[in-house]
């Protein structure tokens, strides 16, 4: 079974640092994009960026660009998003998402499976 | 960029149909095929129900359909059942490293 299954709930501090990961497993990981969506509570969904394990290839959402970092680690099949200060404003529910089809682009064929969701409470 | 205009509910009865519209610009939804549809029940995660405009990927009911005409897709529901009351959002690439997401349709079956 195709599963990516995501670290648990996190409660910071404005201005902490975090690291919150996403563990693929069932498929080849190195060949699939693998990537992030944000949703505010009781919002829509955003996308964050995404990252190509096999060569870390990463792509960033204009919004999001300087605000996170994603990263991979082929060795544990696990996929990263980290703040290095968050703010009250990062309070979310944060996605991992699999681009469904190998290779190729990272937007043709949507995102599928989804991980269960990490929610992130950012309060001082 | 702007996220993707949906309308905000939607409804249809048991049995009937739904269709729930995505618009954007030529930028995005009027420039690529790469339109996909996400359902996401309360407290879940979303579920790819629809990719590539008018794909169903293996497992999602033929009861979904997708289409899509100059800058605005649609997304319908044939044969409505009650687990089908959800919220659904449309994603479109909008070029230069850019996906957008629809601000979701609260679909309501009667």
């Known amino acids: 079974e195709i599963q990516l299954v995501q670290s648990g709930a996190e409660v910071k501090k404005p201005g902490e640092s975090l690291k919150i990961s996403c563990q693929g497993s069932?498929?080849?990981?190195?060949?699939?994009?693998i990537g992030w969506v944000r949703q505010m509570p009781g919002k829509g969904l955003e996308w964050m960026g995404i990252?190509?394990?096999?060569?870390?290839?990463?792509r960033y959402s204009p919004s999001f660009q300087g605000q996170v970092t994603i990263l991979v680690d082929k060795s544990t099949t696990t996929a990263y998003l980290q703040w290095s200060s968050l703010k009250a404003s990062d309070t979310a529910i944060y996605y991992c998402?699999?681009?469904?089809?190998?290779?190729?682009?990272?937007?043709?064929?949507?995102?599928?499976?989804w991980g269960q969701g990490t929610l992130v409470t950012v309060s001082s | 960029q702007s996220a993707l205009t949906q309308p905000p509910s939607a409804s249809g009865s048991p049995g009937q149909s739904a269709t729930i519209s995505c618009t954007g610009t030529?930028?995005?939804?009027?420039?690529?095929?790469?339109v996909s549809w996400y359902q996401q029940h309360p407290g879940k995660a979303p579920k790819l129900m629809i990719y590539?405009?008018?794909k169903r990927p293996s497992g999602v009911p033929d009861r979904f359909s997708g289409s899509k005409s100059g800058n605005t897709a649609s997304l319908t529901v044939s044969g409505l059942q009650a687990e089908d009351e959800a919220e659904y959002y449309c994603?479109?690439?909008?070029?230069?490293?850019?996906?957008?997401f629809g601000g979701g349709t609260k679909l309501t079956v009667l």
């Open positions: 590539e405009v008018s």
């Open positions: 069932g498929y080849s990981f190195t060949t699939y994009w």
């Open positions: 990252v190509y394990p096999g060569d870390s290839d990463t």
């Open positions: 030529s930028s995005d939804v009027g420039g690529y095929d790469y």
């Open positions: 998402v699999r681009h469904r089809g190998p290779r190729g682009t990272y937007y043709s064929e949507g995102f599928d499976p």
């Open positions: 994603s479109s690439y909008a070029g230069s490293n850019n996906l957008l």
